[in-house]
C-alpha cells in the first residue's frame, strides 16, 4: 500500500517533530542530572565536613566514634 503525497509529508513531519522533541528532552534530562550530581556532591562534602566536627568531639571527650562502625557497615 502506497502512501499518498498528503500522508508521507504527514508522516515526515511527525518524525521531524518528534525528534526534535526527543532532543529536547534529552537536553532537558542532561540538565536535570547535572544539578542532582551537583546537589548531591555538595550534600557529601557537608555530610564528610559534620563526620569531622563529629569525629573532633569524640577525641576530645575521649570517647569512640561511633558513626566509624556505622560508616563500615554502610558501605
Known amino acids: ?8 509529508q504527514f508522516y515526515q513531519s511527525t ?3 518528534t525528534r526534535k522533541q526527543i ?5 532537558q534530562i ?3 542530572l547535572a544539578k ?3 546537589r ?3 550534600l557529601q562534602n557537608a ?4 563526620k569531622q566536627i563529629y569525629d573532633g568531639a569524640c577525641k576530645m571527650l575521649g570517647v569512640e566514634n561511633d558513626l566509624e ?7
Open 1 to 8: 500500500m502506497a502512501l499518498s503525497k498528503e500522508q508521507e
Open 15 to 17: 518524525l521531524e517533530m
Open 23 to 27: 532532543a529536547e528532552l534529552n537536553t
Open 30 to 32: 542532561e540538565d536535570e
Open 36 to 38: 542532582v550530581k551537583e
Open 40 to 42: 548531591l556532591a555538595e
Open 47 to 50: 555530610k564528610n565536613a559534620a
Open 69 to 75: 562502625k556505622e560508616d563500615v557497615v554502610a558501605e
